[in-house]
C-alpha cells in the first residue's frame, strides 16, 4: 500500500465514519476502485478505524473523563451515560458476534453497499420531510437526560448497521431522532456510542488480524502512521462541522446523496465496471 493510498483511506475514514453516509461502504468502494482487496484492507481497516475513534475520545474528552470516572468510583453523571452506551452497545454487539463471518462473506461488496445507500436514502429524506412537518417538539434535549429504555431502542436500531452501506450515524441518529431526541443530542449519542461499539469491533479484528497487522509486511509502517493521522484529523473536523450542518439543515441532504451515489452505483454495476456478474 501507498502513503498516498493510506492518506486517501484514512480519509475516506475519517469523513465518513461519524456522517450518516456509511464510512464501510465507501471503504469497500474506495478499495475496489484501488484494486485493494482481501488481508491488506481488512487490517489497514482497524487501524484507520482506531485513528476515527481517536477523534472522539479528544473531542469527547470531558464525557470520556466522566465515564471513566463512573466506571472506577461512584460518579452519577459518567455511571449512568456509561450504563446507557452499555446497553445501547449489547444489541449489535451480540448479533455481531453471531453474524460476524457471514456477514463479511455475503454482504462485503460493491452491490450490497449500493443497495443498503439507496434505501437508507429514501428512508432518511422521508423522515426528514415528515418530522419538519410536525408541530412536536422534542422531549430529550440534554445527552444526560437520555432514558435507559431509548439508549435500549437506539441500540436495537444499531443492529441494521451491520449491513455495509447501511451506516452505524445513520440508524443510530435516526432512532434518537424518532424516540425524541434533539438533532445535537442524537448526534453526540451516536459519537459516544462509537466508542464501545467500534472500539470493540477494532479489537476483535486486531486479534484475529494481530499476526499480519503486527508485522505490517502488506502495509508498511508510513501507510500505517498515515492511516491512522489522516483519519483521526478529518474525522475529528468532520464531527465539528457535521453538528453546525445538521442543526440548520437536518439529514435530507445526505439521504438525496446516498440515493445519487447507490444509484450511479447500480448503473456501474449493471455495467460490469468491477468486473462482477
Known sequence: MTILQAAILGAVEGLTEFLPVSSTGHLILSAHAMGLVGGVMNDFEIVIQAGALLAVVWLYRSRVGELLQGAVRAHPTGRSLLLKLTVAFLPAAVVGLILHRAIKANLFGPFPVALALLVGGV????????????????????????????????????????????????????????????PVVAAEFSFLLALPTL???????????????????????????????????????????????????????????????????????????????
Not at 155 to 180: D, E, K, N
Not at 236 to 245: K, W
Request: proline fraction near 4%; aromatic fraction near 8%.
Open 123 to 182: 428512508a432518511m429524506v422521508l423522515f426528514e420531510r415528515r418530522r419538519r412537518a410536525s408541530v412536536r417538539a422534542p422531549s430529550i434535549t440534554n445527552l444526560d437526560s437520555v432514558p435507559l429504555r431509548v439508549a435500549l431502542l437506539i441500540g436495537f436500531g444499531q443492529i441494521l448497521s451491520l449491513w455495509p452501506g447501511t451506516s452505524r450515524a445513520m440508524v443510530t441518529i435516526l432512532a434518537a431522532l424518532l424516540l425524541g431526541c434533539t
Open 199 to 277: 472500539g470493540a469491533a477494532t479489537l476483535f479484528d486486531l486479534v484475529r488480524s494481530r499476526e499480519s497487522l503486527l508485522s505490517g509486511s502488506e502495509i508498511g509502517l508510513g501507510a500505517f502512521l498515515t492511516g491512522l493521522a489522516v483519519a483521526a484529523i478529518v474525522a475529528a473536523i468532520a464531527i465539528r462541522s457535521f453538528l453546525r450542518y445538521l442543526t440548520r439543515h437536518g439529514l435530507e441532504p445526505f439521504g438525496w446523496y446516498r440515493i445519487a451515489l447507490g444509484i450511479a452505483l447500480l448503473v456501474l454495476l449493471r455495467h460490469h465496471v468491477w468486473g462482477l456478474p
